[in-house]
């Protein structure tokens, strides 16, 4: 089942939530681009992205690590990765996310691009939401794990007008997954490292250890990728 929440009532309930937002707006906050906004009048445009920006954050220990499969086949991807995360988090005993972006922009991007899978998945998307525009989160489980990681990976791999980072968080807000735009997992352990790199090696996952690369092509090129102009 999904249901759509709003980021307030996830960042007042959530405080782990709501610390790790807070603390990413300040680090992306710019008065250089905020000077940009005011000269087009359009603050409050710049303003509303970083509802988190004044908002206290809290200390804890963290644990980061980049992770991916040994999968190039960008076709079957998605499912391929689907099953792999679903099989994880079925071992750290994970069913139900929450799935929130670091700024609050519309998940629904750049429609001009005509790129078939990321056309699919803003349909997917919109069957979901009822909308076609959407800045707020989502409650789901790991029945709706398959649906959420096809949007999520094509709408960050191809379409640079959503954000950046956008997050799965368990309900226990112990784990942050972001899927980025070249198929690997940036994976946030929050309190205790229960992923061990031997225990996801044992699972069938790389680590990264150094640059990050694109899974899928040769050049580094990413097929269907459009900047809006």
Request: aromatic content about 12%; some cysteine; hydrophobic content about 35%.
């Amino acid at each position: 089942m999904v249901t759509l929440t709003t980021r307030k009532a996830i960042i007042a309930t959530k405080k782990i939530i709501g610390s790790q937002l807070a603390k990413m707006q300040k680090t992306f906050y710019s008065d250089e681009m905020l000077q940009y906004y005011k000269d087009d009048n359009e603050e409050h445009l710049y303003q509303e992205q970083f509802d988190c920006f004044k908002n206290d954050t809290i200390e804890y220990c963290s644990h980061n690590k980049i992770i991916c499969l040994s999968h190039s086949d960008i076709h079957t991807f998605t499912n391929t990765l689907t099953n792999k995360l679903a099989a994880l988090f079925e071992v750290i005993n994970v069913n139900d996310f929450i799935i929130i972006a670091h700024l609050k922009l519309d998940f629904f991007g750049n429609r001009e691009n005509e790129y078939n899978p990321l056309v699919n998945a803003y349909h997917k998307l919109e069957k979901i939401t009822g909308q076609s525009s959407y800045k707020e989160a989502f409650k789901c489980s790991t029945d709706n794990l398959g649906d959420f990681i096809e949007i999520l990976f094509w709408i960050t791999r191809c379409d640079p007008a959503v954000a950046e980072y956008i997050f799965l968080f368990n309900e226990d807000e112990t784990i942050q997954i972001q899927v980025c735009k070249y198929g690997n997992i940036h994976l946030t352990q929050l309190h205790q490292e229960i992923l061990t790199d031997e225990k996801l090696v044992s699972l069938g996952w790389n680590i990264i250890d150094g640059p990050e690369f694109d899974n899928f092509s040769n050049d580094g090129k990413i097929t269907g990728r459009q900047i809006k102009i």
